[in-house]
Every structure is written in structure tokens, then in C-alpha cells.
């Protein structure tokens, strides 16, 4: 497994929490914008799915 940025570390941890809401979601979608390589890292990371486990 790839080693992660530090960025997509915090956003990992910022998500992976039961209390986070939709509207997290949102604003973290937003300072995110369009980074497509970050949003390919988090997705490659295969951490995203474990949220719902």
C-alpha cells in the first residue's frame, strides 16, 4: 500500500468519525474543491469505504 499525504491523512481522520454529518461532508468537499489527484489518493487509499464498516 501507498504511503498517504499528510492532507489525506487529516481529511481521513475528519470522516472516519460516527458524529460526522452530511454537512462535514460538505464543507470538507468544498475546501477540497476539484483536487483530483487527492480525491484519487483518498479513493486508492481503500480507507474511504471503512467508513461505513
Known amino acids: 500500500m501507498m504511503e498517504i499525504s499528510s492532507k489525506a491523512k ?3 481522520n475528519q ?3 460516527p458524529q460526522t454529518r452530511l454537512g462535514d ?3 470538507i468537499a468544498k475546501d477540497i474543491k ?3 489527484a487527492l480525491a ?3 479513493w486508492f487509499s481503500g480507507k474511504v469505504a471503512e467508513v461505513e464498516k
Open 10 to 12: 487529516t481529511i481521513l
Open 25 to 27: 461532508l460538505r464543507k
Open 34 to 36: 476539484k483536487d483530483h
Open 40 to 42: 484519487m489518493e483518498l
Open 15 to 17: 470522516v472516519q468519525t
